[in-house]
């Protein structure tokens, strides 16, 4: 089963994002939203573990460019109706609260 992996705190001060990729499997996505778009930071330990795990990334588009973060290549920038889109794809939805 497939699952989609909603992050919204900071990778920077708390353990959410290091405890999803954790727990992330090869077909789950991670949708990063409010201060989880940070971890799109260039040259950062969150984002290089994003590209090294090599699990599909979406952002949402509002939060990173609230955050002037530029989007990488291999992550995708995602509206709210596509957001709600993902949500049905995916088989199960969990929020890292």
């Known amino acids: 089963m497939a699952t989609l992996h909603v992050v919204s705190h900071s990778p920077f001060t708390d353990s ?3 405890s999803c990729l954790r727990v992330c499997g ?3 996505a991670i949708l990063l939203c409010g201060d ?3 971890a799109l930071q260039t ?3 969150p984002c290089q573990a994003l590209q090294a795990q090599g ?3 979406f ?3 509002e939060d990173s460019q609230a955050r002037n973060l ?3 290549t291999w ?3 995602v509206d709210y109706p596509a957001f709600v889109q993902l949500s049905i794809d995916y088989d199960k939805v969990n929020t890292w609260l």
């Open 16 to 18: 959410h994002f290091n």
């Open 43 to 45: 040259a950062s330990a």
């Open 36 to 38: 989880g778009a940070y």
């Open 75 to 77: 992550a995708e920038s």
């Open 59 to 61: 952002v949402l588009t």
């Open 70 to 72: 530029p989007v990488p």
């Open 26 to 28: 090869a077909h789950d």
């Open 55 to 57: 699990l599909k990334v």
